[in-house]
């Protein structure tokens, strides 16, 4: 059974850094596509970055390129998103999701954590 558990959210002052953690469990982590996405208040769920099964290349959006880095520890089978310089938009509940097959980077993923809060505010 697929599982995926985030942690590390929080609340974060604007330019602060946080490390987002996902412990999965009932698969090989390096062999799905995996990410992570965002849902804020009133607004649809995004892809913030993602891994690609199929030849590892990595996706970002505009809004977070250069600040998120995504990685992953295959030994712990754990997906990794440092988030560096945050700002007040970048404030929502963030999700890691995995699927067997190579995808976009769309919220249409098999597999699905719990979510974790991330709150920018000073």
């Known amino acids: 059974q697929v599982q995926l558990v985030e942690s590390g959210g929080g609340l974060v002052q604007p330019g602060g850094s946080l490390r987002l953690s996902c412990a999965a469990s009932?698969?090989?982590?390096?062999?799905?596509?995996i990410g992570w996405f965002r849902q804020a208040p009133e607004k649809e769920r995004e892809g913030v970055s993602c891994i690609n099964n199929s030849n590892g290349s990595t996706y970002y959006a505009d809004s977070v390129k250069g600040r998120f880095t995504i990685s992953r520890d295959n030994a712990k089978n754990t997906l990794y998103l440092q988030m560096n310089s945050l700002k007040p938009e970048d404030t929502a509940v963030y999700y890691c999701a995995a699927d067997p097959k190579e995808r976009l980077c769309l919220p249409f993923f098999e597999s699905w954590g719990q979510g974790t809060q991330v709150t920018v505010s000073s």
């Open positions: 009932g698969f090989i982590l390096d062999d799905y596509t």
